[in-house]
C-alpha cells in the first residue's frame, strides 16, 4: 500500500487493525478530497487482510471528524460534479461497512457530518462520555443534506422520528443521548477507550430492531402522511422557498422510506448535487465562512477569570448569567438589592434550561452573586458596565468606579448608541475604555461588537476581543459612532416601519413584507420585543445622524406606558407572549412595502462602509447577520446587494427617493462596492 499523510494504520498481537485519522497540518480532522482518497487506499488493502476487528479512531485530542471539508464546496461548480464526487465517497464509506470483520468507532469528542457518517458505516461506535452536544448532521445549517449514506443510516439505526429531528434541525446529541437512541454503543467514562473497542468488537453483529413505530412509518403507504405533517413543522421554521434543504430531506425519507439499497444512496447524491448549487446553500456557506473569520479574531486566550457587571436590568443581568454560565465568576452590581433579584431568578431559569445536571446548575448559580456595595469590583479582571442609557449617568459610575479598580482592569460599556469619546472623558485612564455592545437577547444573538474610542489602548481592546470569544461570543470591531454597525443600520429599517405606520399601512402587513424577504420577525414585532421605551430612546439619539425624527406614534405609546411585550401591549397585544394579529397569506405582502424596509437597510450598510465603522464589507454582512439574524440565506445587506447588482440597486433607491424623500438617496459608499 503506497504511503498515507493522513492515515495511520497498526495492527496488534491479537489480529486487531488500529487505523488513526489524523489530517496533517489541521487542529481538526476533516474529511477532503485527499483525505477520502487516502482513506479509500487504506481500505482496499485492508479488505484483504485476514483481521479479527478494526478500530477507526482520531490522532487528535479536539475530536473525531468534524465532517466534511467545507473549504472545497465553493470550487464545486455543478450539480454533476457535486454529485460525482458525493457518489465516490459513498462507495468509500460502503466499502468501509463491508468489510470482512467487525469495525468499531471510537468518537472522542465531536463526531459530526461526514464524521458521523463515518461512524455510522461501522459496526459499532464507542463515545467518550461528556455534556456537550458533539454527535450530529448539521449540514442543513448550509443548505443542504448528509451526502454520505446519513440520511439512509441513521434512520436504519435510530428510527425515523429521532433521525428526522436531527437531521431536519441540524441538533446535535450529548454522548449520553446519543446511547438512549441507540446511536451509539457504549460510553467510555474511564478513558480507556482501547479495551472498550475491543469489547465491542467481541459483541455479536445482530443489533436490536429500531421501535415498531418507526417500522410502521416507514411502510410505502404511510411514508406521505409522515411527510406531510414534516413539511409543515418544517415549514414553520424555515420557509421551503427560503430553505430548501429540509423539503429535500423529506422528500427523500417519502420516495425511499431509507431503505439500504442503492437507490436510495444515489437518490442521496443527486439530491445533495442539486442543493450545495442552490443560492441558498452557497450564501449559507458564506456565512459560514465569515462566522469563521470572526472566530479568529482573537489573537490570544482571555486572561478574564472574574467579571465586575454593574446594571442588573435586563441587558445587565442576562450578560451577567451568561458570563457565569460559561464558567467566569461573576458579581452584580446595582443600587439595591429588590434591582438584582429579578436578574438572579432569570439566570437561574437560564442554568436550569442549559445545563440540565443539579450539580452543574448549583456550581453556576455559586458563580454569580449579588453585590450591590461593588465591592467585586476591586478583584474584577474586567468591568462590563450596563446601566441606563444616558450619558451623565454612566459617566457618574465611570467616576465612582476607578478608584477602586487595579491598574489596566478594562471597562467595557454596553453602551447601544452612545459615542466612547463622550463617556472617557471623565476616566484618568481614557484608554481603558472599550465597547463592548451585546444584543437582546444574550442567550440567543451571538454577536457582540468590540467598539474602538479613538483613544482606546490596543490591549484593551485585545482583551475584550479575547473575552468575548471566552464566553463564545462572535466579536466584530467596531469604530466609536453612534449606533455603531447594527444599530446604525437596523434604525432606518425601524423608521421606515414607523413611516408606513403613520401612513396606515396595516402594521400585521408591514411585519409581513419583512419575514417574506427572510427576516426572522418583522420590524413593528421587533420594536416591541426590544421595547418601545429602548426603541425611542435610540431613536432619538440617531435621529441626527440618520436625519429621522422619532415617529410620534411610538413616542405616544411610551407616553402611555404601552412599552411593548414586557408591558403586554405596545403596537401590537400580547397574549401568552404572542402579538395578536390577522394572519396573513404567505405572499400576499406588497414588494413595495418590503422594498422600502430593505433598501433603508441596504443603503445604511454602504453608509458604514463609507464611514470606516468597521474594515470591509464582509464584516458589514457579518455583523448585521449576527446581530440583527438578517435572512442568513441571503448572505447578509451588501453580498445581496451585490447579487442583485449594485447599479440596480442605486437606481432602485433613486426611484424611492422620488417617491418617498431624501432619506432614500444613494450613500456614496456604493461607489466603494462598484467593482
Known amino acids: 500500500m503506497a504511503p498515507s499523510t ?71 461548480d455543478s450539480s454533476e460534479r457535486a454529485f460525482a464526487l458525493t457518489r465516490q465517497g459513498q462507495m468509500i464509506l460502503d466499502r468501509l461497512q463491508h468489510l470482512p470483520y467487525p469495525t ?25 462520555a461528556g455534556d456537550e452536544p458533539t454527535l450530529g448532521l448539521p449540514e442543513v445549517q448550509l443548505g443542504v443534506h448528509p451526502g454520505f449514506g446519513g440520511t439512509v443510516r441513521l434512520p436504519q ?72 405533517t414534516l413539511r409543515r413543522k418544517a415549514a414553520e421554521k424555515a420557509r421551503p422557498e427560503h430553505y430548501p434543504a429540509p423539503g429535500a430531506i423529506i422528500d427523500l425519507w417519502e420516495q425511499h422510506g431509507a431503505a439500504p439499497s442503492a437507490a436510495s444512496y444515489e437518490a442521496e447524491a ?20 465569515l462566522q469563521e473569520r470572526l472566530k479568529k479574531l482573537a489573537s490570544a486566550k482571555s486572561i478574564v477569570s ?25 458579581t452584580l452590581q446595582d443600587r439595591e438589592m429588590r434591582f438584582i433579584e429579578p436578574a438572579l431568578a432569570r439566570a437561574a431559569r437560564l442554568f436550569g434550561r442549559k445545563l440540565r445536571k443539579p450539580e452543574a446548575i448549583d456550581a453556576a448559580v455559586a458563580r454569580l452573586r449579588a453585590d450591590p456595595g461593588g465591592a467585586g469590583a476591586a478583584t474584577a479582571d474586567l468591568v462590563i458596565e450596563a446601566v441606563y442609557e444616558d450619558l451623565k449617568v454612566k459617566r457618574e459610575v465611570y467616576e465612582r468606579l476607578e478608584t477602586s479598580l487595579r491598574p489596566g482592569v478594562v471597562i467595557a460599556t454596553n453602551t447601544s448608541s452612545i459615542p466612547l469619546e463622550q463617556l472617557a472623558g471623565c476616566l484618568r485612564d481614557p484608554g481603558r475604555l472599550i465597547g463592548m455592545h451585546f444584543f437582546n437577547p444574550v442567550a440567543k444573538l451571538p454577536l457582540v461588537e468590540i467598539i474602538a474610542a479613538t483613544g482606546s489602548d490596543a490591549d484593551a481592546l485585545g482583551t475584550g476581543t479575547a473575552f468575548a470569544r471566552r464566553i463564545g461570543k462572535l466579536p466584530v470591531p467596531c469604530r466609536s459612532h ?108 406588497s414588494p413595495a412595502v418590503q422594498d422600502r424596509l430593505i433598501y433603508s437597510m441596504l443603503n445604511e450598510a ?70
Open 6 to 76: 493522513h492515515w495511520r494504520i497498526d495492527y496488534d498481537a491479537e489480529d486487531i487493525g488500529w487505523l488513526c485519522f489524523d489530517r496533517q497540518d489541521a487542529g481538526a480532522n476533516t474529511l477532503s478530497s485527499e483525505t477520502m482518497a487516502e482513506l479509500h487506499a487504506v481500505l482496499e488493502d485492508l479488505s484483504s487482510r485476514p483481521l479479527r476487528g478494526l478500530v477507526i479512531h482520531s490522532g487528535k485530542e479536539s475530536g473525531f471528524i468534524a465532517g466534511a471539508d467545507i473549504h472545497e464546496f465553493p470550487a464545486l
Open 104 to 128: 468499531v468507532a471510537v468518537l472522542n469528542g465531536f463526531a459530526l457530518g461526514g464524521g458521523l457518517e463515518l461512524a455510522l458505516a461501522c459496526s459499532h461506535r464507542v463515545a467518550m
Open 157 to 228: 439505526l435510530i428510527g425515523v422520528r429521532r433521525a428526522m429531528d436531527m437531521i431536519l434541525t441540524g441538533r446535535s446529541l450529548r454522548p449520553g443521548e446519543a446511547l438512549r437512541a441507540g446511536l451509539v454503543d457504549a460510553l467510555i467514562t474511564d478513558g480507556d477507550w482501547r479495551t472498550a473497542a475491543v469489547r465491542q468488537l467481541k459483541r455479536p453483529g445482530n443489533k436490536a430492531p429500531v421501535p415498531l413505530l418507526d417500522r410502521l412509518l416507514a411502510l410505502g403507504p404511510v411514508r406521505p402522511l409522515l411527510a406531510g
Open 270 to 289: 443527486r439530491s445533495f448535487g442539486r442543493l450545495v448549487m442552490t443560492p441558498a446553500s452557497r450564501n449559507l456557506v458564506r456565512v459560514y465562512f
Open 306 to 330: 472574574r467579571v465586575h457587571v454593574i446594571g442588573a436590568g435586563v441587558m445587565g443581568g442576562d450578560i451577567a448569567a451568561w458570563c457565569a454560565l460559561k464558567g467566569l465568576d461573576v
Open 482 to 589: 453612534p449606533g455603531f454597525l447594527v444599530n446604525r443600520i437596523l434604525a432606518p429599517y425601524m423608521g421606515e416601519a414607523m413611516e408606513m405606520v403613520r401612513e396606515g399601512i396595516p402594521l400585521a402587513e408591514i411585519d409581513q413584507a419583512a419575514m417574506e424577504f427572510g427576516m426572522p420577525m418583522g420590524p413593528v414585532e421587533l420594536a416591541d420585543a426590544v421595547g418601545l421605551d429602548v426603541a425611542d430612546h435610540v431613536a432619538r439619539i440617531l435621529g441626527p445622524v440618520l436625519g429621522r425624527n422619532p415617529a410620534p406614534e411610538l413616542e405616544e405609546l411610551v407616553r402611555h406606558g404601552n412599552l411593548g411585550l414586557k408591558t403586554g401591549r405596545g403596537f401590537y397585544t400580547y397574549r401568552d407572549g404572542k402579538p395578536v394579529k390577522p394572519a396573513l397569506e404567505w405572499g400576499s405582502s
Open 606 to 675: 454602504a453608509a458604514c462602509l463609507q464611514d470606516g465603522i468597521v474594515p470591509d464589507p464582509d464584516l458589514v454582512d457579518a455583523g448585521v447577520i449576527f446581530g440583527t439574524g438578517f435572512a442568513p440565506f441571503r448572505g447578509g445587506p451588501l453580498h445581496h446587494a451585490r447579487e442583485l447588482g449594485i447599479d440596480n440597486v442605486v437606481a432602485r433607491l433613486r426611484e424611492l427617493a422620488q417617491r418617498h424623500g431624501p432619506r432614500f438617496n444613494p450613500s456614496p459608499g456604493w461607489r466603494l462596492l462598484q467593482h
